[in-house]
């Protein structure tokens, strides 16, 4: 089953430029991560976000979780050409283990120079 | 780049013969999982394993077999490949030292069943 779904699907913007992307999930959980996958390769962890955090912050990264709604979001501030790759938030399901995670769908950053 | 490699990086193969995939790591982690990628799916699941001969199952683990006789091999056998297992592959690693719950991925390897 697929826990978490981010919006939009794909994402065209300009260098310079902000990109924000959101992801919802299903149920509770104990934590959650974005990563990043550049077009035929493996993924890249990104940062982490515990369920009892709101905010958090690493380097141009900026995620937030609000999990009343059930969602998170990613903002990418200052957006470079090298940004352009595909967007994963993956959760931690609450009640099961902390490292067996379920991956969203993806987003795809587009920066155009 | 948490010292991990994948074998081979691209096969094709026929429905019916065995598969074999190898995950190879460096760097004694006790954790290494195996996902399948496929478009409009994001990343699944297929096993895991929390330590050498102990493995459990994860989300689209029928067809799929794994065994891990030592800590740095982690392998993945499609018993008998079928067209529905093309996808590219990702095995991944983490350990209780950098976070149990943040993987590091290896490079990927892409199946074609014909």
């Known amino acids: 089953s697929q826990q978490g779904e981010e919006d939009p699907q794909a994402l065209s913007i300009q260098e310079g430029e902000n990109a924000t992307m959101n992801c919802s999930y299903k149920?509770?959980?104990?934590?959650l991560q974005w990563y990043r996958q550049n077009s035929g390769r493996g993924l890249v962890h990104l940062i982490l976000?515990?369920?009892?955090?709101r905010e958090k912050h690493s380097g141009r990264l900026r995620v937030t979780l609000d999990t009343s709604k059930k969602s998170s979001s990613l903002l990418i501030t200052a957006s470079r050409a090298a940004d352009t790759a595909s967007y994963f938030c993956?959760?931690?399901?609450?009640?099961?283990?902390?490292?067996?995670?379920?991956f969203g769908t993806g987003t795809l950053l587009a920066v155009q120079p | 780049d948490a010292g991990i490699t994948q074998s081979p990086r691209h096969k094709v193969t026929e429905t019916g013969t065995p598969v074999t995939l190898r995950c190879h790591q460096t760097?004694?982690?006790?954790?290494m999982y195996w996902y399948r990628q496929d478009p409009g799916h994001g990343l699944r699941l297929i096993h895991y394993s929390y330590g050498v001969k102990d493995t459990d199952k994860g989300e689209v683990s029928d067809g799929y077999s794994v065994s891990r006789s030592k800590t740095e091999d982690f392998l993945l056998t499609l018993e008998s490949a079928t067209s529905s297992q093309t996808s590219v592959y990702f095995c991944?690693?983490?350990?209780?030292?950098?976070?149990?719950?943040?993987?590091?991925f290896g490079p990927g390897t892409r199946l074609l069943v014909l």
């Open positions: 993956a959760t931690a399901p609450y009640g099961g283990a902390t490292n067996k995670l379920i």
């Open positions: 149920t509770s959980i104990n934590n």
């Open positions: 760097e004694n982690h006790r954790y």
């Open positions: 991944a690693i983490s350990s209780r030292d950098r976070g149990p719950e943040t993987q590091y």
């Open positions: 976000i515990r369920s009892n955090e």
